[in-house]
């Protein structure tokens, strides 16, 4: 009879965007300065949990904000095929309540194909749980137990396992499996996107944003698909599309440019710009500190101009916190060398007319 979870084990496998390793290093030291820095390869480490240390919860994960995913480590296979590979796999791992097969390469130029992987770990399953994978009635469940294989290379496997417990741990490596469709106005549609559904944040039609760094425009042509009524600052323009938009209006200009009066109650204050993170604050204080109610919910893009900035990371959460949010970061997969900021305020109703009534400074 399979047993439901395996051991947690000793090790615990985390991945990340290929170069952001040290960075993920330096946020472990600050979240969970009890792990143990074990193997590193581009786009991966691994660290040794110490005897008697609990393992990470979901939030810890979260915490790590570089880690697109954090699996319990079984460890490696190596063979000559994917079919001895995938028989070796279920050796190292054992039987268990495997509700879902996640696949993905380490390295994105890697050779392996993750698909065809994953089939073959499957086919090598007892009959009764490759078809309840097979059927998705197992993904149907919250949490399911999820049997992770890093393609490495075509002759080595990096395998482990996790629980499903939150929507980027259903992603094969935590990489958002969404692809930008056509007709938007650049790839910040994609990012946004997976913004949204990391955080859970439901945007309520009818409520209004301001995107400071708005050109060319894809990130507010999905608030406006969302049904805001969204005004874009950049002092470039944005794409025609957007522009004609009945619900959006665009002010050419920079964000400092802004009058203060001009930038009270909008509900969301989204910011994508090219400049320092420190700048980028800057901005956005602005907009919470404007006059009349602060925004509910803030979605920031912090461009790290070299990875070593990464250390100043906690003192960003920070000043976002003092302004009186809730704050957390993840490196999103569909992003570059950046940081994703998404802040909320707590009990403040996101309606238009309720939002104004109950969030007055
Ligand atoms: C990465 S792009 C933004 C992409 C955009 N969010 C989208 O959805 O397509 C960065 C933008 O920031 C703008 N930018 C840079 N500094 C700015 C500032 N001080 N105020 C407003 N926009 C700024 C640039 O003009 C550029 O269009």
New binding site residues.
């Given amino acids: 009879m399979a047993s439901l979870h395996p051991a947690p084990g000793d090790f615990l496998l985390a991945t990340c965007q290929g170069g952001a390793e040290a960075a993920l290093v330096e946020r472990q030291r600050v979240v969970l300065p009890g792990l143990v820095k074990a193997a590193w390869r581009r786009g991966m480490v691994t660290f040794r949990v110490p005897a008697g240390m609990p393992p990470p919860t979901p939030a810890d994960v979260e915490r790590l904000v570089f880690a697109r995913t954090v699996v319990h480590s079984c460890g490696q296979v190596t063979g000559p095929d994917a079919g001895s590979l995938a028989a070796r796999v279920h050796t190292l791992v054992g039987g268990h309540d495997w509700g879902e097969v996640h696949v993905w390469n380490r390295d994105p130029r890697a050779e392996g194909d993750p698909g065809a992987i994953r089939a073959a770990i499957i086919a090598a399953l007892e009959p009764a749980r490759r078809r309840a994978i097979e059927s998705g009635a197992a993904r149907a469940r919250r949490g399911p137990l999820v049997l992770d294989c890093m393609v490495d290379s075509a002759e080595r496997w990096w395998v482990g396992w996790h629980v499903a417990d939150g929507p980027s741990r259903t992603w094969p490596g935590g990489i958002y499996p969404a692809v930008l469709p056509a007709g938007k106005?650049?790839r910040?549609w994609l990012k946004l996107d997976e913004a949204l559904a990391t955080f859970g944040i439901d945007l309520v039609p009818g409520t209004r944003a301001v995107?400071?760094?708005?050109?060319?425009?894809?990130?507010?042509q999905r608030l406006l698909e969302a049904g805001l009524v969204v005004v874009g600052?950049?002092?470039?323009l944005v794409d025609e599309h957007v522009a004609r938009h009945p619900r959006f209006e665009q002010w050419r200009m920079?964000?400092?440019d802004v009058r203060l009066k001009q930038l009270r109650g909008f509900d969301w204050v989204v910011a994508?710009?090219?400049?320092d993170p420190t700048s980028t604050l800057a901005?956005l204080e602005r907009v919470v500190m404007a006059p009349g109610r602060p925004p509910h919910g803030i979605v920031a893009t912090l461009k790290l101009p070299n990875w070593a900035r990464a250390a100043d990371l906690p003192g960003w959460l920070a000043r976002v916190t003092g302004w009186g949010y809730v704050a957390r970061a993840r490196q999103l997969s569909t992003g570059g060398r950046e940081i994703c900021v998404v802040a909320e305020r707590l009990a403040v109703s996101r309606r238009p007319g309720r939002a104004r009534r109950r969030t007055g400074r």
């Fill in positions: 106005a650049s910040a995107e400071l760094g708005a050109a060319p425009g894809g990130a507010c600052i950049d002092p470039a920079r964000a400092r994508d710009m090219n400049i901005a």
